[in-house]
């Protein structure tokens, strides 16, 4: 069965500080992996995918994640982090071979301190 | 979220009562889906639809049904409230077709208070 793991619920990091966001996943062949990121009261926004090819894949608002296959990672990086970077952020997963089972973290809370 | 309005934004209603949420896209996109966000859970797919009149289930349909009539619009019901259906419900929208990633587009949600 498809699965998405995000190990925390929270992330700290100092203004200024490269960040990172974890994701885990578990699909049957090869994925369609996502990051989301919610403000508050907001809807998701999409912020970068994995599809195939080059394992680093930039996104927007300076965002980039890494896939790893050997790791079934798929971690989400910045370099330096933006006070304005603080909110909810989403890893999903997708099988290739269904569009409706999308799978999605349950989301880690990342804060951005000055 | 742009391209996506849901409609209310906010509802407070009685446990028992059927209570209808609207989706409705400017995109033309075939994919439309429905989604409830909980503390703890991520989001949870209800339902989705592939196509006007074509619609499925998601991992947690039960006590939710959908209508798809034109390619705009995406309806939610609750056939009876109950308590445990107080959530925020996020309709989403992707293009599909062949090639496609099937990224998703959120509409701004609808929180849902069932007293």
């Known amino acids: 069965a498809q699965s998405v793991a995000q190990p925390e619920d929270q992330v700290n990091v100092a203004e200024g500080n490269p960040l990172t966001v974890k994701c885990t996943y578990s699909?049957?062949?090869?994925?369609?992996l996502f990051w989301y990121v919610q403000y508050p009261n907001r809807g998701l926004q999409f912020l970068l995918k994995?599809?195939?090819?080059?394992?680093l894949v930039k996104g927007s608002y300076g965002f980039e994640a890494e896939f790893n296959k050997s790791q079934t990672s798929f971690h989400l990086k910045k370099p330096s982090a933006l006070v304005s970077d603080s909110a909810l952020y989403f890893c999903?997963?997708?099988?290739?071979?269904?569009?409706?089972?999308?799978?999605f973290g349950s989301g880690t809370r990342l804060s951005i301190r000055p | 979220d742009a391209g996506i309005t849901q409609s209310p934004r906010h509802k407070v209603t009685e446990t028992g009562t059927p209570v209808t949420l609207r989706c409705h896209q400017t995109?033309?996109?075939?994919?439309m889906y429905w989604y409830r966000q909980d503390p703890g859970h991520g989001l949870r797919l209800i339902h989705y639809?592939?196509?006007?009149?074509?619609?499925d289930k998601g991992e947690v349909s039960d006590g939710y049904s959908v209508s798809r009539s034109k390619t705009e619009d995406f309806l939610l019901t609750l056939e009876s409230a109950t308590s445990s259906q107080t959530s925020v419900y996020f309709c989403?929208?992707?293009?599909?077709?062949?090639?496609?990633?099937?990224?998703?587009?959120f509409g701004p949600g609808t929180r849902l208070t069932v007293t």
């Open positions: 999903a997963v997708r099988e290739r071979s269904s569009a409706s089972k999308i799978i």
């Open positions: 994995y599809i195939t090819g080059d394992n």
């Open positions: 995109e033309n996109h075939r994919y």
């Open positions: 989403a929208i992707s293009a599909g077709g062949q090639g496609s990633s099937y990224e998703q587009y």
């Open positions: 699909v049957s062949g090869n994925p369609y």
């Open positions: 639809s592939y196509g006007v009149k074509d619609t």
